[in-house]
Structure formats: C-alpha cells, structure tokens
C-alpha cells in the first residue's frame, strides 16, 4: 500500500492480464483461484482480492496518475466466467473515463514497432515491478528504470485509445455474450 499511495505516476504496460488495479473482484476472484490451483498454495484468495481491491483504491483516490497500455488479447483472455470477463470490461469501459486515467489499447492488427513484453508497473521513476510465473521482480537501477520507461514510450504511439480503444473493448465486451 505505501509504494501505491506515494506513486504519483503509474505507467503499466499488460500483455496477459488486465492489470490488478483495474480488476474486478469477480475477475481477480478467477484470475487468483487459478493461480492457487496451479502453484498449490494455500487457499487465500479471498484475502488476496481484498487486498488487491484495496490497492487499487488509487485509482479513484489522490492525485495520482495513471498511464495504461493493454495487449488487445488481453481483453480475450479468459481467466474467469462470461459473467466476470463482461463485468471487468464494462469496468474498463468505465474507468478509462476518469480524468487520471489513459487506457490505450495495443490493437492485433497494429504494425509493432516493439515487440510484446512482459508485463510491468513502473512507479514513478523509482521502481519497476516486472511479473514472472513465480515471482514479482522488483527493479530499482537506474538504467534498468529507464529501459523499460523508454519501452513503454515506444508502445504508446501504437496504442489507441478514446473511441478506438472504447471499440476494441466493445467488440471484445460482445465476443463474450
């Protein structure tokens, strides 16, 4: 929570999940049980929501700012029921709205001019969290900072975003019912 609340500057970047402060209880619910499944741990999912949904209290809270940038296939990946993959992109749909928020949308079709990433969260200009299958690294060198701020610079001109990202999330929002 403190590293979240004292991030005046959230630059996310998500090739495989929409990213966590962005998620519904419903899909975090889905996305946490199978992770749970899959790694055999003990089963804290409930917890682990609230406690992802209490992180995500930024978004609506301070004077925090939010860069976005999903994979188009993100919003195909179903990692929870129709019901809470049509819930979680209404909420996209929603949230991308707010004044501290700018989505954009990598499109399939789009000419890539870098090419797919793992995912991160860089905070500020002080920390970048990459997420493995195992792990969350947590990368605080400087030039490592700046390499992925300079990819995320490269991925946003080939995002869409307004009423272009509004229609790649309605027609995945319809694949779904």
Same mark, same amino acid.
């Given at each position: 929570m403190p590293l979240y609340q004292r991030t005046k500057h959230?630059?996310?970047?998500? @090739?495989?999940?929409? &990213?966590? /402060?962005?998620?519904?209880?419903e899909y975090a619910t889905g996305l946490l049980r199978s992770i749970t499944d899959f790694q055999g741990t003990p089963d804290d999912v409930a917890d682990a929501v609230q406690a992802r949904l209490n992180r995500s209290r930024v978004v609506h809270e301070g004077d925090h700012r939010f860069g976005l940038l999903l994979e188009e296939t993100v919003l195909y990946y179903r990692v929870c029921d129709d019901v809470a993959m049509s819930g979680q992109?209404?909420?996209?749909?929603?949230? /991308? @709205?707010? &004044?501290?928020? @700018?989505l954009g949308i990598i499109p399939f079709t789009a000419r890539r001019t870098m090419w797919p990433l793992e995912a991160f969260y860089a905070f500020d200009d002080r920390q970048v969290a990459v997420e493995t299958l195992t792990a969350e690294?947590?990368?605080?060198? &400087?030039g490592e900072i700046h390499t992925y701020l300079k990819a995320f610079a490269k991925l946003s001109p080939i995002a869409v975003h307004g009423a272009d990202a509004r229609a790649c999330i309605a027609r995945a929002l319809e694949s779904v019912r």
């Open positions: 959230f630059r996310v970047y998500a @090739s495989n999940l929409v &990213p966590g /402060m962005l998620q519904t209880a992109l209404r909420y996209l749909l929603e949230i /991308m @709205s707010r &004044p501290n928020v @700018s690294v947590n990368i605080t060198a &400087p």
